[in-house]
């Protein structure tokens, strides 16, 4: 715990971090394409059977049809968040490096004054 603390300030590297929320982008993207060609197909087949009088086979891709759309809104919120988090990344390195080294240099003074008060205490004795 204390060798985290007193190496100073560690930080992953922005590029690496950068590319996972590239890559988890595009990976969402790629799915929203494919829920939308869900989304297609299951309208398509709804009129299908409606126009063939099947209302119970053609309420049942409507319910397919909404899970679908209920997942798409959910990789967009999941997308939003992620550009999110590119935007405040940087704000959040910097004030997280500095908290980092007031706390490290807080425990350096606690533990001279404690060190020195233990000399001085075994001086006495």
């Known amino acids: 715990m ?12 922005p590029k690496s971090s950068s590319d996972k929320r590239k890559q988890t982008l ?3 993207g790629k799915k929203e394409i494919i829920l939308q060609k869900k989304i297609s197909v299951e309208v398509e087949r709804a009129k299908e059977f409606t126009r063939a009088k099947k209302k119970q086979a053609a309420m049942q891709c ?4 909404k899970f679908y759309e209920g997942q798409m809104e959910q990789l967009c919120s999941f997308q939003s968040h992620i550009r999110d988090q590119e935007q405040k990344l940087p704000q959040k390195l910097s004030v997280q490096c500095g908290q980092v080294q007031q706390m ?13 008060v233990v ?6 004795l």
């Open 104 to 116: 490290t240099s807080n425990l350096k003074e606690n533990l001279d004054k404690d060190a020195f």
């Open 26 to 28: 595009e990976m969402l």
């Open 62 to 65: 409507l319910k397919r049809k």
């Open 2 to 13: 204390f060798s985290k603390l007193f190496h100073g300030c560690r930080q992953e590297s």
């Open 119 to 124: 000399w001085k205490l075994e001086k006495f």
